[in-house]
């Protein structure tokens, strides 16, 4: 049972791990588009106010996110709500970006990349989540 419980530990070390990875990564890269606007995406810089004001409230957006993930580690796994939120927003990005994808055509291969990441990625963190749930169904202490 001790190893059970070890391993279990690991487990959910791992998982928060992720979390702490995913939402550094998040808000980095959210703190570089409110900083550099869109001039921060590669590729041709025709840009105007009103696409400048809607790629930094979608970078605000992205912060939020980030910081809503990794307020939920100390938490995890049994944070539910925090990460499938996140995931949920995320997986729908992926799903607006091959929506653009269709309607405009390819982008940077940069972009083209974050489209499996954002579709993947979330799907793999809430079913990791759903496993660790399921081994334990008591929440973390506070």
Same mark, same amino acid.
């Given at each position: 049972?001790?190893?059970?419980?070890? &391993? +279990?530990?690991? @487990?959910? !070390?791992?998982?928060q791990? $992720?979390?702490?990875?995913?939402?550094? *990564?998040?808000?980095? /890269?959210?703190?570089?588009d409110?900083?550099?606007?869109?001039?921060?995406?590669?590729?041709?810089?025709?840009?105007?106010?009103?696409?400048?004001?809607?790629?930094?409230?979608?970078?605000?957006?992205?912060?939020?996110?980030?910081? &809503? +993930?990794?307020? @939920?580690? !100390?938490?995890?796994?049994? $944070?539910?709500?925090a990460?499938?939120? *996140?995931?949920?927003? /995320?997986?729908?990005?992926?799903?607006?970006?091959?929506?653009?994808?269709?309607?405009?055509?390819?982008?940077?291969?940069?972009?083209?990349?974050?489209?499996?990441?954002?579709?993947?990625?979330?799907?793999?963190?809430?079913?990791?989540?759903?496993?660790?749930?399921? !081994?334990?169904?008591?929440? $973390?202490?506070?």
């Open positions: 049972m001790i190893i059970g419980k070890a &391993v +279990l530990m690991t @487990a959910r !070390r791992a998982f791990g $992720a979390l702490v990875l995913l939402g550094l *990564v998040i808000v980095g /890269t959210a703190g570089i409110l900083a550099l606007g869109p001039f921060a995406v590669p590729g041709d810089h025709r840009i105007n106010a009103s696409l400048d004001n809607n790629y930094r409230f979608f970078a605000g957006v992205w912060l939020a996110l980030g910081l &809503v +993930l990794l307020s @939920a580690v !100390r938490r995890a796994p049994h $944070a539910t709500g990460v499938r939120v *996140v995931c949920a927003a /995320t997986f729908a990005g992926g799903l607006a970006r091959l929506l653009s994808l269709a309607a405009a055509g390819a982008s940077e291969p940069l972009y083209l990349a974050f489209i499996g990441i954002e579709l993947v990625v979330p799907a793999a963190l809430v079913l990791w989540q759903n496993r660790l749930i399921a !081994r334990d169904p008591a929440p $973390a202490p506070a």
